[in-house]
């Protein structure tokens, strides 16, 4: 068997240690000590100074949640003259889907599946009916065309007035309603 190169070394260190501890035992002269105990007590106590009071904190509300934030730069609008685009208005024409009778807001995504990879979002109309729909198919009362469908929201574009007689396109999203 072999031996530690430290194994001597803890022997020693033990030895000492354990004769320290049986020499402060066996001496049992603790009169020094029990003399400086009885002077530390009749000794009157220290006072401790009482904490500093503070004052209380009062939060900031940002009561300006909803408006532009402070370290963005704000939005120039300009007027639009229509001139140098292409004019946008409604396929009349077309024959309308039965999505396109109810208002967009009433309208909710509530799943999706995939078909001979194509991807088709489920449309609640709020009646009680839930409706297949992909790309290429209208919903909404503002001619609302679908331009993407993905798992977790659908993309639509809408044609609606500009207010001049004429038309601008609208994107807007439909999110995936989560279950509450």
């Not at 939060?59 to 120039?76: D, G, I, M």
Request: net charge negative; glycine share 8%.
């Amino acid at each position: 068997m072999k031996q530690s190169k430290t194994a001597p070394f803890r022997l020693l260190v033990l030895t000492v240690v354990s004769l320290l501890i049986t020499a402060c035992v066996a001496s049992g002269n603790h009169a020094d000590l029990q003399q400086f105990m009885e002077q530390a007590r009749t000794q009157p106590q220290g006072e401790i100074e009482p904490l500093p009071t503070f004052r209380m904190y009062e939060s900031y509300k940002y009561s300006v949640v909803a408006q532009r934030s402070p370290f963005e730069k704000p939005l120039t609008v300009t007027a639009d003259d229509g001139q140098g685009k292409v004019a946008v208005k409604p396929d009349e024409s077309r024959e309308k889907e039965y999505l396109e009778g109810f208002n967009y807001a009433a309208l909710t995504m509530v799943g999706t599946l995939e078909k001979d990879g194509v991807l088709w979002s489920l449309i609640d109309d709020g009646q009680g009916s839930v409706h297949r729909v992909t790309v290429g198919n209208y919903l909404g009362k503002n001619h609302g065309k679908i331009v993407l469908v993905s798992p977790s929201q659908l993309n639509v574009v809408e044609i609606v007035p500009d207010g001049k007689e004429g038309w601008v396109e609208r994107p807007r999203a439909l999110a995936l309603k989560e279950n509450d």
